[in-house]
């Protein structure tokens, strides 16, 4: 088992780009210029800090956002973004190297454009009756275990300075702030609902939503918005991939943070998988959730990464309603001058609905007059 130690070492240069990279996504400026008023200093304790490994994380903006449904943000300082950043490129990078090349979320020249190539391959290859297990992790980001993932780190990363700063990191969640702020959020969020004009079903729904919003237990769950969440999560089921591509023997698997499917003809097959998918990931402090089900793809197709899967002779993509519905609101949004970055959300979606038969709908918006 190999272990990184020879991490890159970070210049001045090196925060400086990163920095500059930053500040072009920051939408709240009084950030930038608090920053900026001591620029240098900043930097240089920057540098310091991933020299010598002795962090201590900043306090979280933490918010509610309301799209695609209730959830909490935790929004960094320019400091705290700025390390988060640097730790997550030119650190956690090694870990890309042991992860296997069907685990398709957020990583260099893979994401969801890849996991539909994926799917498509696996379903041509697939010529009798198709079977999907599809699972998915219950509150995945709020149940890793501080504990687990530390050790799995240690397994792979050799130098100490970086493990201190991922510590900090992981552990950022058990300060009492955080869920004091969740809670105090849920209150006022469902207050405002309560007040509002919605009418008494729409009312039960989004109260309901917003109390399933979780808090975090000590000890476990990682800050939602961070870079480095997203790497550690797509990092923590690792051994489960291997797990299913070398001792279950899956030949068409792929997984998307916490959503993973595995295609087969034989139903009985993914019936054993399921349960030995199952019993893993318990040892790892999580549970599948009740969206997880064996499905017949060749009658009803398959939901993955936000496009359902027919065979009709061919491959057909078709986007989900869920996605249509919230693409239709984001115009209005926008036609509205409610969204910043609206040419980006556009192309998002431009570049989303092009991976699958879909794009006529992206076509009826003149977005010429959206954007004027």
Known sequence: MRRYSNLYDVNISDINDVYKEIRKSVRNKNKIYRFEDYYSLNISKIKEVLDSGNYECGKYNIFLIREPKYRVIMSQNIFDKVINHIVSRKFLYVLD???????????????????????????????????????????????IYHGILINLLKNKIKNKRVINILIKIINSTDEEYVNKCIIKLKEQEILKIKCSNLNDREKLKRIDEVDRIPIYEKGKGLPIGNMTSQILAIFYLNNLDHFIKEKLKAKYYVRYIDDGVLLSGDKK?????????????????????????IINVSKNGVDFIGFRFYIKGKII????????????????????????????????????????????????????????
Not at 122 to 131: D, G, R, V
């Open 97 to 143: 190297k042991v992860l296997i090349d069907s685990n398709v979320a957020t990583r260099k020249d893979k994401g969801t454009s890849l996991g539909v190539k994926y799917i498509k391959k696996y379903l041509n290859k697939l010529n009798e009756e198709i079977y999907a297990l599809k699972f998915d992790i219950s509150k995945y980001f709020y149940n």
């Open 269 to 293: 097959y993914l019936r054993y998988c399921l349960d030995e998918i199952n019993n893993f990931v318990l040892n790892y402090g999580l549970k599948l959730n009740n969206k997880t089900k």
């Open 317 to 372: 993509l078709k986007v989900r309603n869920s996605t249509k519905k919230r693409f239709k609101r984001k115009m209005k949004l926008i036609k509205k001058g409610k969204i910043n970055n609206s040419q980006n959300v556009i192309a998002s979606y431009k570049g989303h609905f092009k991976l699958g038969n879909c794009y006529h709908l992206f076509k009826k918006f003149d977005f010429k007059k959206i954007l004027s």
